[in-house]
C-alpha cells in the first residue's frame, strides 16, 4: 500500500508544504511514481518524516538533521548542544522575567535597568535621556556612582532653573546661574568622579564614552543650558580646563 502526498502529510501530521520543502532541502529522498505521474510514499518515507518531525518539534534545526542523514542513531551530540542553548534561553528569559516584575511592581519606564529608573521618574525627558546614554557608556563603577547619585536626590533650586531655562535665555541670566550651580556640580563631581571621567572599565573604552557623553550633552540640551553648563565648567576649571588635584576631594575624603 502506498500514500499521496496529502496522505503522507496527514499520517504524519505535518503539511504538504513540509513534506515538499524536505524534499527540496534533501531530507526526504523522492518516491517512486505511479503511471499516472503521482507520488507513491510507503512506510519507509513515513518513518522518515516521523523522525524529521519529531526532531525539528525538539528544535534541532533541519540543516543539522540533514547532517545525521537517513540513520536512526540516537543524535547525543545533537541534543546535548540544543540542551546547553536551551539552558542559556532559559537563564536569558528567567533574568528578564525579575526585571518585568520588578519594572511592573515600580511602574517605571523600560528604558532604563529597574534599579535606576525609579530614582530617575522625577528627571525631566533630557535628563532621562542623558542618563539612558550614561547607562550604555559607563563600566560598573560608573554605574554604581550614577545609581547613587539618581537616589540623592537633594533639593538644589539652581538644577531646577537649569531644567526650566529657556533657549533664549539672556546672558545675565546665564551668568548667574552658572554662579549658583557651580557649587554643586563641584560637589557632584568630587563625590562621584567615576561618572564625570568615565573611568577605562567603561565597556566602550574612555575616550569613546567621553565622547559620546558630550554629543548627548550637545543634543539633548539647549543652547542656553549649554552655555551655562561652559559657565560652570570655567568657574571651576578655569580657561585652561586645569584644576590643582588638590582642589578636588574625592569621596572617601568627604565621607
Do not use: C
Amino acid at each position: 500500500m502506498t500514500w499521496s502526498t496529502r496522505q503522507l502529510a496527514e499520517l504524519a501530521g505535518t503539511s504538504v508544504r513540509a513534506v515538499r520543502h524536505y524534499h527540496d532541502i534533501g531530507l526526504l529522498a523522492e518516491p517512486e511514481r505511479a503511471s499516472n505521474g503521482y507520488k507513491r510514499y510507503g512506510v519507509a518515507h513515513l518513518l522518515r518524516v516521523l523522525r524529521i518531525k519529531r526532531l525539528a518539534d525538539l528544535g534541532i534545526p533541519l540543516s543539522q538533521i540533514a547532517e545525521m542523514g537517513d540513520g536512526d542513531d540516537f543524535p547525543r551530540d545533537a541534543l546535548q548542544t540544543l540542551d546547553a542553548e536551551l539552558a542559556t534561553t532559559i537563564e536569558r528569559l528567567q533574568r528578564i522575567r525579575v526585571e518585568l516584575a520588578l519594572i511592573l511592581r515600580q511602574g517605571t519606564s523600560t528604558d532604563l535597568p529597574p534599579d535606576i529608573g525609579p530614582a530617575a521618574s522625577v528627571l525631566t525627558d533630557a535628563d532621562r535621556a542623558f542618563t539612558l546614554i550614561l547607562t550604555r557608556v559607563l563600566g560598573p563603577s560608573g554605574l554604581g556612582a550614577l545609581r547613587e547619585l539618581l537616589n540623592d536626590q537633594r533639593d538644589i533650586p539652581a538644577t531646577t532653573d537649569f531644567d526650566n531655562l529657556p533657549r533664549d535665555a539672556d546672558e545675565p541670566t546665564r551668568a548667574e546661574l552658572a554662579e549658583r550651580l557651580a557649587p554643586y556640580v563641584d560637589e557632584v563631581t568630587s563625590e562621584y568622579p567615576e561618572i564625570s571621567a568615565p573611568p577605562n572599565d567603561s565597556p566602550v573604552g574612555a575616550k569613546r564614552a567621553t565622547e559620546a557623553v558630550g554629543k548627548a550633552l550637545r543634543d539633548l540640551y539647549n543652547p542656553a543650558q549649554l552655555d551655562v553648563l561652559v559657565k560652570v565648567n570655567r568657574l571651576l576649571y578655569g580657561p585652561d580646563g586645569q584644576r590643582p588635584a588638590a582642589d578636588r576631594p574625592r569621596r572617601s575624603d568627604s565621607a
